[in-house]
């Protein structure tokens, strides 16, 4: 069973910066595509984008299994479960990690 760890978040004041990880264990045999989504209490899940933040975030991947979420000058509005998604390129097979919490306070 593909599992997708999470790690890396927790609580800050508004202006910190965290450093979210997710790691790919048991992968599957497809090639496959990382990403970080985001749920905010009463919103819908949505992809983390680096442009829809303003700068403030960046992706990185030092292996195909790992995936980093570096967010920086963080608010209010980024308080959310963020969680890390996998995705099978040629059968769109989708796999989700349990989510870690980022809560930003004033």
């Known amino acids: 069973q593909v599992q997708l760890e999470e790690s890396g978040g927790g609580s800050v004041q508004a202006g910190e910066s965290l450093r979210l990880s997710c790691v790919v264990s048991?992968?599957?045999?497809?090639?496959?595509?990382l990403d970080w989504y985001r749920q905010a209490p009463g919103k819908e899940r949505g992809a983390v984008s680096a442009?829809?933040?303003?700068?403030r975030f960046a992706f990185s991947q030092d292996n195909p299994d790992t995936l980093y979420l570096e967010m920086n000058s963080l608010t209010l509005e980024d308080t959310a479960m963020y969680y890390c998604k996998l995705t099978c390129r040629r059968t769109s097979d989708v796999y989700w990690g349990q989510g870690i919490q980022v809560t930003v306070s004033s």
């Open positions: 442009t829809d933040s303003g700068g």
């Open positions: 048991r992968a599957p045999t497809c090639r496959y595509d």
